[in-house]
T-cell receptor
Framework: NAGVMQNPRHLVRRRGQEARLRCSPM?????VYWYRQLPEEGLKFMVY????????ESGMPKERFSAEFPKEGPSILRIQQVVRGDSAAYFC?????????FGPGTRLTVT | GENVEQHPSTLSVQEGDSAVIKCTYS??????FPWYKQELGKRPQLIID?????GEKKDQRIAVTLNKTAKHFSLHITETQPEDSAVYFC???????????FGQGTELSVKP
């Protein structure tokens, strides 16, 4: 049973470009969560999705950030017009209905 | 609002000693409390968790205690080994199936 998959593992974008981060949950998991981790800081919740539905987006900035979890395919976190402050590790986690298991993360660097 | 405080931020122990990390949470509706271990550049790994209807849980050298009245929970690692060195995060879940609120992390260093 493959774990949570994320790609790309590393992403470099120039200021103003778009970043797309992908997350495939563990088999049998229908809940996906995205967290952001700034260097030497803890994990901050961004958004919680189930298939085709956003359940809780209270941690996601209102502008430039969006997330989706379509019926088919991975969950996608999209950041438009990236700025230097968006540089961070973005982790997704999945769960069936309890324990959350994390993917390896995408390290976004904005130059 | 929802908040989790974690102490200490750094902890250094000798191999074989015990390590204790403490967390407090603000939302009394929280019902699930996991602990994660994160090595440098790696993903957070779930090492133990406890639910609000249980006061203590143990798994080999790791134990977690929960005091719901005081809104405290703690991680205890006995007989520490150098491979226990990592950053440890506590978390609380305010709602069933929902987001985790994380503490700030504790960098544990076990010296051989």
């Amino acid at each position: 049973n493959a774990g949570v998959m994320q790609n790309p593992r590393h992403l470099v974008r120039r200021r103003g470009q778009e970043a797309r981060l992908r997350c495939s949950p563990m088999k049998g998991h229908s809940h996906v969560y995205w967290y952001r981790q700034l260097p030497e800081e803890g994990l901050k919740f961004m958004v919680y999705l189930q298939k085709e539905n956003i359940i809780d987006e209270s941690g996601m900035p209102k502008e430039r950030f969006s997330a989706e979890f379509p019926k088919e395919g991975p969950s996608i976190l999209r950041i438009q017009q990236v700025v230097r402050g968006d540089s961070a590790a973005y982790f997704c986690a999945s769960s069936a209905d309890g324990e959350q298991y994390f993917g390896p993360g995408t390290r976004l660097t904005v130059t | 609002g929802e908040n989790v405080e974690q102490h200490p931020s750094t902890l250094s122990v000798q191999e074989g000693d015990s390590a204790v990390i403490k967390c407090t949470y603000s939302d009394s509706a929280s019902n699930y409390f996991p602990w994660y271990k994160q090595e440098l550049g790696k993903r957070p790994q779930l090492i133990i968790d406890i639910r609000s209807n249980v006061g203590e849980k143990k798994d080999q050298r790791i134990a977690v205690t929960l005091n719901k009245t005081a809104k405290h929970f703690s991680l205890h690692i006995t007989e520490t080994q150098p491979e226990d060195s990592a950053v440890y995060f506590c978390a609380a879940r305010p709602n069933q199936g929902g987001k985790l609120i994380f503490g700030q992390g504790t960098e544990l260093s076990v010296k051989p």
